[in-house]
């Protein structure tokens, strides 16, 4: 009976079948006792009396009627925590579908950083070419002008020598 308080326990409507339940049972164990009673007072054909004149039967009908309530409350609280069960699933798919849309924003967020640097990257060093490039030609021109200059300054240098 405390396992049944305890599933009833918060619900009215299952209370008030566990107390009808209680008192159909109630009803046919004092009508069990009746024909208990009689068989032992007055003997076999009287308890078979009874039983034939159907004392019992209605409470019989009714435990049953409860019975058959319960387990229907029973089965919609099953499917109510089916349903429960089934939007917590949905929620976790849900869950692990976002999880997998912000996980993608995330790689196409780092495959277009990575882009971007590659692209920097290769600006960069097309950059320090250019600059090499311009800077070799410079070097160039400029060796080119001082070994003019070393060049007039040595026939310079020979003309003077020459005076003296």
């Not at 069990?32 to 409470?59: D, N, R, S």
């Not at 070097?139 to 026939?155: A, F, I, K, N």
Request: glycine share 4%; net charge neutral.
């Amino acid at each position: 009976m405390a396992h049944l308080r305890q599933m009833v326990a918060g619900d009215p409507q299952k209370s008030a079948i566990a107390i009808e339940m209680k008192q159909n049972i109630d009803a046919r164990i004092q009508s069990i006792e009746q024909v208990k009673t009689a068989y032992q007072t007055q003997g076999f054909k009287a308890a078979q009396g009874l039983i034939a004149q159907g004392i019992g039967h209605e409470q019989v009908a009714q435990a049953y009627r409860s019975i058959n309530d319960m387990g229907t409350l029973m089965q919609e609280r099953l499917q109510s925590n089916q349903n429960r069960q089934e939007v917590a699933e949905a929620r976790l798919r849900f869950s692990i579908a976002a999880l997998t849309v912000i996980l993608l924003a995330a790689l196409s967020m780092i495959y277009v950083l990575i882009s971007r640097s590659a692209a920097i990257a290769r600006q960069a060093e097309q950059l320090l070419n250019e600059h090499n490039t311009t800077l070799e030609a410079r070097v160039s021109e400029r060796t080119v002008q001082l070994e003019e200059r070393s060049h007039q300054l040595e026939e310079r240098s020979a003309q003077l020598e020459s005076f003296s």
